[in-house]
């Protein structure tokens, strides 16, 4: 074999280094990673419009009020998030069932919705940090004694047709009677016209009731295991998510999220939002 001269060598060799310095300069993001240019609050920003899905058939969380506006607390977050944003809101009827389509199919930028965090649920979504904590209580008459499941035996609890909620109370081996309603609506009017000793729902929903009737009142008692409700949001989006995190972190540390709370179900907020393990 022929010796290769030495400035062929040297040619060869500045090829080589020159492909090694393109490489180096060339940034490759690894499949899937998020970046701000195309995170969904750039896009947000460039549209100069906030797309907030909400369920609006769920007072005071969500619903459409005298002058058929969106109202409600997650509507007044919404418009809290869209004006530190300075953009338009607009707030997209949702359904339980079509929240994480939407935000899927990118028809919503973030969806509020009562939207509690799971594991199934994170397998397709993400979720930021919690603004508002749920269990179940018992909604009834202040003039009834009643203070807590303990002393519902022998007595009528209203649920709404295809819940399981008053199994929560057989599970305590409190022997009570169910009786099932239509609506919540309708369970509720049980209570008020003595049809039935209380109904047992989503302690924010009944706080809310409460305030609306002052001679109904909310028992002090969680009986199931807490539910941490959230923002959802398109997965793999970090920017985004890391930019509605600290939107949270601000109005709960101004205690503007609690005013709010306050506002709707006319109560403090009952659990903390950090829970301590």
């Given at each position: 074999?022929?010796?290769?001269?030495?400035?062929a060598?040297?040619?060869?060799l500045?090829?080589a280094?020159?492909?090694?310095?393109?490489?180096?300069?060339?940034?490759?993001?690894?499949?899937g990673?998020?970046?701000?240019s195309?995170?969904?609050?750039?896009?947000?920003?460039?549209?100069g419009?906030?797309?907030?899905?909400?369920?609006?058939?769920?007072?005071?969380?969500?619903?459409?009020?005298k002058?058929?506006?969106?109202?409600?607390?997650?509507?007044?977050?919404?418009?809290?998030?869209?004006?530190?944003?300075?953009?338009?809101?607009e707030?997209?009827?949702?359904?339980s069932?079509?929240?994480?389509?939407?935000?899927?199919t990118?028809k919503?930028?973030v969806?509020?919705?009562?939207f509690t965090?799971?594991?199934?649920?994170a397998?397709?979504?993400?979720?930021?940090?919690?603004?508002?904590?749920a269990?179940?209580?018992?909604?009834?008459?202040?003039?009834?004694?009643?203070q807590?499941a303990?002393d519902?035996a022998?007595?009528?609890?209203?649920?709404?047709?295809?819940?399981?909620n008053g199994?929560e109370?057989?599970?305590?081996?409190?022997?009570v009677?169910?009786?099932?309603?239509?609506?919540?609506?309708?369970?509720?009017?049980?209570?008020?016209?003595g049809?039935?000793?209380?109904?047992?729902?989503?302690?924010?929903?009944l706080?809310y009731?409460?305030?609306?009737?002052?001679?109904?009142?909310?028992?002090?008692?969680a009986?199931?295991?807490?539910?941490?409700?959230?923002?959802g949001?398109?997965?793999g989006?970090?920017?985004w998510?890391?930019?509605?995190?600290?939107?949270l972190f601000n109005?709960?540390a101004s205690?503007?999220?609690a005013?709010?709370?306050?506002?709707?179900?006319?109560?403090?907020?009952?659990?903390?939002?950090?829970?301590?393990?």
């Open positions: 074999m022929k010796p290769v001269k030495a400035s060598k040297f040619a060869c500045l090829a280094t020159a492909v090694l310095a393109l490489a180096g300069c060339t940034k490759v993001n690894p499949p990673q998020d970046t701000a195309t995170s969904t609050l750039q896009q947000v920003l460039q549209r419009t906030l797309r907030v899905g909400d369920c609006l058939t769920f007072a005071p969380f969500g619903f459409y009020n002058d058929g506006q969106p109202d409600g607390y997650d509507v007044d977050l919404a418009k809290e998030l869209a004006k530190e944003m300075g953009v338009k809101l707030v997209v009827n949702t359904t069932a079509n929240r994480i389509p939407n935000l899927q990118a919503v930028d969806v509020f919705c009562n965090r799971n594991l199934e649920r397998k397709e979504i993400a979720f930021t940090t919690p603004y508002v904590v269990s179940e209580a018992l909604l009834v008459k202040k003039s009834s004694g009643i807590s303990k519902m022998n007595r009528t609890i209203a649920t709404v047709k295809g819940s399981t199994d109370v057989r599970s305590m081996g409190i022997p009677k169910i009786q099932e309603y239509d609506s919540s609506e309708a369970a509720i009017l049980a209570v008020k016209q049809q039935a000793d209380a109904m047992i729902e989503d302690n924010n929903f706080a009731q409460a305030k609306l009737d002052p001679d109904l009142v909310v028992t002090n008692e009986l199931v295991p807490l539910e941490y409700n959230a923002f949001v398109k997965a989006d970090q920017v998510l890391n930019y509605l995190n600290l939107f109005i709960n205690k503007q999220n005013e709010l709370y306050k506002k709707w179900f006319g109560t403090d907020p009952r659990y903390p939002l950090n829970p301590q393990f």
